[in-house]
């Protein structure tokens, strides 16, 4: 499965996309509740990129009421 670097998002880029700090969107990556990332490169200092296909199924669906979710 390849990508090309235009789909993929810095964690500044994408938390923008859904408008979230990044520092939220870097606690949802670490308590996994968050949206599918990528690592480029080895190591846990490599940069973390995430797919715009994978943030937009992570908002998920929309809703009317709190009631159709519960």
Request: no cysteine; net charge positive.
């Amino acid at each position: 499965m390849t990508h090309t670097t235009s789909a993929l998002l810095t964690t500044k880029e994408a938390a923008r996309l859904v408008r979230l700090s990044p520092r939220t969107l870097e606690r949802h990556r670490v308590q996994a509740t968050g949206p599918r990332y990528r690592k480029a490169g080895p190591g846990i200092r490599a940069r973390v990129l995430y797919a715009v296909e994978d943030l937009n199924s992570w908002i998920g669906d929309s809703f009317r009421s709190t009631s159709e979710y519960l």
